[in-house]
């Protein structure tokens, strides 16, 4: 059974260009939650989609958008890029998105804004 | 709202020493409450879970932990722990009506010296 994955490990933008990070859920999962974890902070969450539609969203601003495909997979989509982006991005999956259900997190994404 | 504190951003232990990883939580409502690990340059792996029933929880690794409602809390510990347990440690709670986000603290360092 193949785990969250991830891509790519590492990023580094510029201020003002946009990015997109990419995750596949692990097989059987139809949710899919995106969290920012600043160095030495705890992850935020971001938003979490289930079966193609977002199920909810975090303080982030609409610069932050999000993607999730038929086969369960996702993007995350930052315009705009700030500094303060600069963050691991972590995507995790469960398999109903019910509270209580475990995320499986995957290895993340290190962004780098300069 | 909820808020997750760990009033420990480090602990030093020496191997085979037992050490608890504090965790008070704040909320309005029920809550599930987790305990992350992230080991260097990983993603979050699943030590435990608390739902329901019994208030001392048993996970992985050797590590358990117990809910306290009265106090708020949900402590982590480890009779005795290793040197491959250094890794930060989350502490995680989700709102019992609501499926979508993990609000985590701030993490704790747990630091297993020879």
């Known amino acids: 059974e193949t785990g969250v994955t991830q891509s790519p490990t590492h990023l580094i933008k510029t201020r003002g260009q946009q990015v997109t990070l990419r995750c596949s859920s692990q097989s059987g999962h139809n949710t899919v939650s995106w969290y920012q974890q600043a160095l030495g902070q705890g992850p935020q969450f971001i938003f979490q989609?289930?079966?193609?539609?977002?199920?909810g969203r975090g303080n982030f601003p609409p610069r932050f958008s999000g993607l999730q495909f038929p086969n369960y997979s996702s993007e995350l989509n930052v315009n705009a890029l700030e500094l303060d982006d600069s963050a691991l991005y972590l995507c995790a999956s469960s398999q109903t998105g019910g509270a209580g259900d475990t995320q499986y997190f995957g290895p993340g994404t290190r962004l780098t804004v300069l | 709202a909820q808020s997750v504190t760990q009033l420990d951003s480090q602990v030093p232990v020496f191997e085979e020493a037992p050490v608890e990883l504090r965790c008070n939580y704040s909320?309005?409502?029920?809550?599930?409450l987790f305990w992350y690990v992230q080991y260097p340059n990983q993603g979050l792996q699943l030590l435990l879970k608390?739902?329901?029933?019994?208030?001392l929880v048993k996970g992985i690794n050797g590590f358990e932990a117990e809910f306290n409602k009265s106090q708020t809390s949900f402590h982590l510990r480890k009779p005795s722990v290793h040197i491959s347990d250094t890794a930060e440690y989350f502490c995680?709670?989700?709102?019992?009506?609501?499926?979508?986000?993990?609000?985590f603290g701030s993490g704790t360092r747990l630091l297993v010296r020879p």
């Open positions: 608390y739902l329901s029933g019994s208030t």
């Open positions: 995680a709670v989700s709102r019992m009506d609501s499926s979508y986000k993990l609000i």
């Open positions: 989609y289930y079966r193609e539609e977002e199920n």
């Open positions: 909320s309005s409502v029920s809550v599930y």
